[in-house]
């Protein structure tokens, strides 16, 4: 069993920022790469931002430059500091990771998602 809990989501102005985290717990093995997605009414959910389990980093570009992924691996936790708002940002974030649970077994995970909200 593996959880994925996000928080950090909210309310906030445009330009303003705000930073999310996801930690996961439970029978983990190795885990291997987390990333952030988001999901806007209506449209399909995209991946924002990963970094594997080497640290190599990718963002998409609706957001490179303004946001930054970070891990404390200790911890197993993955952030995403969003800088710069706007509000075609609001979405859910979803919160995502490869995970094995043993030296054989893998699974993907989610988080519960957090709303982002950007509005004046």
């Known amino acids: 069993q593996v959880q994925l809990v996000e928080s950090g989501g909210g309310l906030v102005q445009p330009g303003g920022s705000l930073t999310l985290s996801c930690t996961a717990s439970?029978?983990?093995?190795?885990?291997?790469?987390m990333g952030w997605y988001r999901q806007a009414p209506g449209k399909d959910r995209n991946l924002i931002a990963r970094?594997?389990?080497?640290?190599?980093?990718d963002y998409a570009d609706s957001v490179k430059g303004r946001f930054t992924i970070s891990r404390d691996t200790a911890k197993n936790t993955v952030y995403l500091k969003m800088n710069s708002l706007k509000p075609e940002d609001t979405a859910v974030y979803y919160c995502?990771?490869?995970?094995?649970?043993?030296?054989?077994?893998?699974?993907?995970?989610w988080g519960q998602g957090t709303q982002v909200t950007v509005s004046s």
């Open positions: 995502n990771a490869y995970i094995y649970e043993d030296v054989k077994t893998w699974d993907a995970y």
């Open positions: 970094i594997n389990a080497g640290g190599g980093i």
């Open positions: 439970g029978n983990i093995f190795r885990l291997v790469a």
